[in-house]
């Protein structure tokens, strides 16, 4: 069965700092990647995604992730974070024909301090 | 566009009872999908729905069952509830099957059982 790692539980930042959240992926075959974020008292809301094609996607709020096949990884990055940025960020994979079950990360809490 | 919608927002139960969530897609949707995220268990996948089936589950005991409605709203029952089952509930819904997997989510139904 396929699992996802993020290794970083919490973060603190201050403002105007970079981020690199990790995500790693366990699985051999083709898969579709997601950073979701869950922002304090709201649902959680899709970031960006990576199906196929350019390995650099960009999402909203100026996020990124690159998608690393050989590392099996799919880290997101900012290159300056905001204190709205304060949220818990869920790496997630669905293996191609993988039946759409969306297998999450443990997830990262990020905290930015001003 | 209205998001996914889920009712009721808290529900609390006693052990032995059974508890019934609803979750409306986002309009032009005909996949739905719920999880579990629980206290150190992080989210889980539960239940997939297409146009009225069944689609794949997760792996959690039987009287864990839903249903699709016509209207592609969906139910998730729970029965012979345990303590255990005190979590967050989460609804999403997706294009149909074939067309992309990103899944948006409803705000939860926070079930509690005491």
């Known amino acids: 069965a396929q699992s996802v790692s993020q290794h970083n539980h919490h973060v603190i930042l201050s403002e105007a700092a970079s981020l690199e959240l990790g995500c790693n992926y366990s699985?051999?075959?083709?898969?579709?990647l997601f950073w979701y974020v869950q922002y304090p008292g709201q649902h959680l809301q899709l970031l960006l995604k990576?199906?196929?094609?350019?390995?650099l996607v960009k999402g909203i709020k100026g996020f990124e992730a690159e998608f690393i096949k050989s590392k099996f990884s799919f880290n997101l990055r900012k290159p300056s974070v905001q204190w709205s940025d304060t949220a818990e960020y869920f790496c997630?994979?669905?293996?191609?024909?993988?039946?759409?079950?969306?297998?999450f990360g443990t997830g990262t809490q990020l905290k930015v301090e001003l | 566009e209205a998001g996914v919608t889920q009712s009721p927002t808290h529900l609390i139960k006693t052990r032995g009872q059974q508890a019934t969530l609803r979750c409306s897609p986002i309009?032009?949707?005909?996949?739905v999908y719920w999880y579990q995220q629980a206290l150190g268990l992080g989210l889980q996948f539960l239940l997939w729905?297409?146009?009225?089936?069944?689609?794949n589950r997760g792996n959690f005991p039987p009287r864990f069952s839903g249903r699709q409605f016509p209207n592609y709203s969906s139910e998730l029952n729970v029965n012979a509830l345990e303590l255990e089952d005190s979590a967050l509930y989460l609804c999403?819904?997706?294009?149909?099957?074939?067309?992309?997997?990103?899944?948006?989510f409803g705000p939860g139904t926070r079930l509690t059982v005491t």
């Open positions: 999403a819904s997706s294009r149909e099957l074939g067309r992309g997997y990103e899944q948006y």
């Open positions: 699985y051999g075959g083709t898969v579709n």
């Open positions: 990576y199906f196929s094609g350019d390995p």
């Open positions: 997630a994979v669905i293996p191609t024909g993988g039946g759409n079950k969306l297998t």
């Open positions: 309009s032009g949707h005909t996949s």
């Open positions: 729905y297409d146009e009225g089936e069944e689609r």
